[in-house]
C-alpha cells in the first residue's frame, strides 16, 4: 500500500476524532463540577454579608469574566449611589 494512502486516512481519521470531541464538548473549558455550579450575582441592595459570601464560578485560567464584570458594575452603581447620598448632606 503506498504511502500517501496511509498517510490521507490517518488523517482523515485524525479530522474525524476532532469533529466528534468538538460535537460532544470535549475541549470545553467547563469541568462538571463547573457546570453544576450556580452562580448567584449580587442584588442592587446587597450588605456586607453578601460581600463576605460573594464567590465565583472558575473557569479555565481564573473566574469567568461575566460573573466578575456583573459582580463589578453592582459594586460601581451602589458606590456612586451612596457618594452621591453623601454630596447631597
Known amino acids: 500500500m503506498p ?7 490517518a488523517a482523515a481519521i485524525f479530522v474525524l476524532v476532532i469533529v466528534l470531541a468538538a460535537t460532544f464538548n470535549v475541549f470545553s473549558a467547563e469541568s462538571a463540577e463547573e457546570t453544576e455550579t450556580v452562580w ?16 465565583f464560578r472558575p473557569a479555565l485560567r481564573g473566574y ?26
Open 3 to 9: 504511502l500517501w494512502i496511509v498517510i490521507g486516512v
Open 40 to 55: 448567584e450575582p449580587l442584588d442592587h441592595d446587597f450588605t456586607p454579608e453578601d460581600l463576605d459570601g460573594l464567590s
Open 64 to 89: 469567568r469574566m461575566e460573573d466578575v464584570d456583573d459582580a463589578v458594575r453592582v459594586l460601581r452603581t451602589r458606590i456612586l449611589e451612596l457618594e452621591a447620598a453623601r454630596g447631597q448632606q
